[in-house]
């Protein structure tokens, strides 16, 4: 539609979002819509109206309607803004369980690749057939390369810094001085005449090293409720395990556990590789990590789960308990998600929080951020408190 054709009246345009979201009903009370509104008036009711989506639904359910509902997909990505779509996508997967729809190539090429799409599609795995396999793989590459654009940077950078920070030398050149710890260490040099501490000890920031520094573990619940901490947990684990002073293990479970770890290289072959859905076995995964720890005080867990186990759960406490006693970090991320507000077992997460073990959830954009004070050895609640994240207390 054309600026001069839509109503430019403040209280008409009004009028007219109000038909838009109250449907043909509301015809009598907001008046009409103009042409280019009928065909999005239709895209709404689609999905919205009762009848519209009973139609809808009745199409997609064979192959034949599959060009109906791409041309749905179409108009909506015509009519709405990017995240407007994605919102209304992800309705259409729940609300008309349009998810036999992605099996067909057709169907994938209309979509607007998104995390949420990317789970579903890792959820439908292994019942996609062979000739739309490739097109379900074109999408999920889509995705995880604008993520790795997104999110590589911020988190190398932030891993970076932490581990150079977390080796001190005492011969710094003026750019590698750490001034806080050099002036703590220093204040009994005060010159009161001159108002100025004199450094005759000097202590800086550690230079980089090939060396391994720390060890990190991400210990991811696949149950289908985890599957956007799952996509985002495998990109973070793919730009660590990149870097030579950080070793990186990634290790999956639902009922059964599964080491991921070598396939970190492509974070696409991994998610084929995540089976979502299941039972939940936190203790059984939890076990198997403690097996691939070879030095707790420089080693930091990651358990991404919404803490509801299926396993049993005092064994999963002692095993926690144990870890940090030995000097491990461990950190219970309830989501790694961009709502960042889970579903989880509140009194499990406190359990743990009173065993020193921090459970919250974080959004992609703080995760290497938490990375980095748990590297440099921070207090992590103190840091979620900082970030304003509510950590459930012990």
Known sequence: MNDQDRPTDTATEHLRRWRLVLGEEAD????????????????????YDDESRHSLRRRGGSEGSSPHVARWLGDIRRFFPSPVVQVM???????????????????????????????????????????????????????????????????RSAVSGALNRAVRNRRPRHAEIDWNRTIRANLRHWQRDYQTIIPETLIGFGRKSQRVQREIILCIDQSGSMAASVVYSSIFGAVMASMPAVKTHLVVFDT???????????P??????????????????????QTLIRDPRNTIMV???????????????????????????????????NEGKPFYDKELAAKLAALGVPSFACTPDLFPGMMAAAIRKEDINLWAAQQGIVVPKG
């Open 268 to 289: 696409v072959e991994l998610l084929f590789g995540v089976q979502l859905g299941g039972g939940t076995d936190i203790n059984r995964a939890v076990g198997y990590c």
């Open 303 to 337: 358990l991404i789960s919404d803490l509801y186990e299926g396993g049993v759960e005092r064994n999963l406490l002692q095993r926690a308990n144990d870890l940090v006693q030995s000097g491990v970090q461990v950190i219970a991320l309830l989501a790694l998600s």
């Open 28 to 47: 009598n009370a907001c008046g009409g819509l103009h042409a280019e509104d009928v065909a999005m008036d239709a895209a709404l009711s689609a999905l």
């Open 89 to 155: 996508q992800k309705d259409a997967f729940d609300r008309l369980n349009l998810h036999s729809m992605l099996l067909q190539p057709e169907m994938l090429e209309n979509v607007q690749p998104d995390v949420d799409l990317v789970a579903t599609l890792v959820s439908l795995s292994g019942v996609i057939p062979e000739k739309t396999k490739e097109t379900a793989r074109l999408v999920v590459r889509k995705v995880v390369d604008e993520l790795m654009k997104q999110l590589e940077e911020p988190m």
């Open 256 to 266: 059964s556990v599964v080491d991921m770890t070598e396939q970190l290289d492509d």
